[in-house]
């Protein structure tokens, strides 16, 4: 059994997500390999839609939402084809010669534009592997219209609705939630992992994250934060890959209530050593935080889908946040101090957020892959009985 998870470099999300299924199917022994879908076409074009993504993202979120919102608003006609798919559609060629070659049994796909590259595939060179989509949002996504997957895995069942409006055929929606690596799934005491970061036993901790690229108004905030701060808190702020944000805290290194770090691959431990989490909604980071039970406050840094999982977590219940620096740090404060608050939080996000994704999503894509098998293996003995009678 081989199977394909076809990611895209527009933000860490969809990798994390790609990787999370992956370590399922490793987990089980079964082989499956990660590969950047806009790279079928060039590494030059990947690098300039991935690039240009995160430029935007960075640098200019409002025009970023503004381009979102474009297009959210204005689907492809049934019977036309999109700017959008015409351009993914031109790595199709080489995708197929990859499949071909390698003799997948099973395509997942953790970006819109991957699926419009495999839709592309099967209807043009009639292949009958099996495709599937894996969201990475608390919404459905511009473009979902004009793919064809065996079936959508979804962050939620609530979010059933808006794929329907987009024309998904209902039966094949499966709200398994977002896939997160194996390890936000466990926990270790409170006290077991501020031992192992070296944090304070007898502090509340904040936890202040914005995503691996680290941006927003992360800096501003944490000042602001700082200022709030009860004695008996302390605040830990990730940059990610943010270099220059780093530098920018160091200024205030003297400061005994704050700690500054960069990229981490411990973000399990520090969410299981801290009383709140302040973060941008990201798919990801968002389920992360929730399957950790963590109460959040959440920034209104990027509009296009991180407005939807804003929205989706505050009409829920799931989360907090304002529309100013003060407010945002008023509501994390708040948070430390309200118990009852929390707990509420805490509950709606124990009935929503207690599946394994990844392992949901791997079973569905191996009993699929295992009941085709059987059915050719019948089918050839059908045939051998028929020449032999």
């Not at 796909?109 to 009958?128: G, I, R």
């Not at 780093?246 to 700690?259: A, C, I, Q, W």
């Not at 799931?318 to 003060?326: C, I, K, Q, Y």
Request: net charge negative; glycine share 6%.
């Amino acid at each position: 059994m081989k199977i394909l998870i076809l990611s895209c470099n527009t933000g860490g999300g969809h990798n994390s997500a790609a990787a999370a299924v992956k370590e399922y199917f490793d987990s089980r022994n079964i082989f499956s390999e990660i590969q950047d879908a806009l790279a079928f076409d060039s590494r030059l074009k990947s690098d300039i839609i991935s690039k240009g993504h995160i430029l935007l993202y960075k640098k200019a979120p409002g025009l970023f939402g503004a381009g979102y919102k474009f297009v959210e608003n204005h689907p492809s006609k049934p019977g036309t084809e999109s700017l959008t798919y015409a351009i993914m559609k031109r790595g199709t060629e080489r995708l197929y010669g990859y499949l071909s070659e390698n003799q997948f049994d099973a395509v997942l796909c953790t970006h819109v534009f991957a699926c419009m590259m495999m839709t592309e595939v099967k209807k043009c060179y009639n292949l009958s592997i099996r495709s599937y989509f894996i969201a990475t949002d608390y919404a459905s996504y511009p473009g979902i219209e004009e793919v064809k997957a065996d079936a959508f895995f979804i962050a939620h069942k609530y979010l059933i609705p808006d794929y329907l409006n987009y024309g998904v055929n209902e039966n094949l929606l499966i709200p398994t939630g977002i896939p997160i690596k194996r390890a936000f799934h466990k926990s270790i005491s409170k006290e077991k992992a501020r031992d192992f970061l070296g944090l304070p036993k007898d502090k509340r901790v904040i936890l202040l994250m914005c995503g691996s690229m680290g941006c927003g108004p992360v800096y501003k905030l944490g000042k602001e934060l700082l200022k709030k701060l009860p004695a008996d808190a302390k605040l830990i702020v990730v940059c990610g890959s943010n270099e220059k944000l780093v530098n920018k805290f160091e200024k205030l290194s003297s400061d005994p209530n704050l700690r500054v770090i960069g990229f981490t691959n411990k973000m399990n431990v520090y969410m299981d050593a801290c009383d709140v989490v302040m973060t941008k909604p990201g798919g990801l980071s968002s389920t992360e935080s929730a399957t950790k039970l963590l109460p959040m406050v959440l920034l209104n840094v990027v509009a296009g889908c991180e407005t939807r999982n804003l929205d989706f977590f505050l009409n829920n219940e799931f989360a907090v946040s304002a529309d100013t620096l003060e407010g945002l740090a008023d509501e994390a404060i708040s948070l430390l101090t309200n118990e009852e608050k929390t707990e509420k939080i805490k509950a709606l996000l124990r009935e929503s957020f207690s599946t394994y994704a990844a392992g949901m999503i791997g079973d569905h894509v191996i009993a699929d892959i295992e009941n085709d098998m059987k059915a050719e293996t019948d089918l050839v003995q059908e045939e051998a009985d028929l020449i032999f009678e």
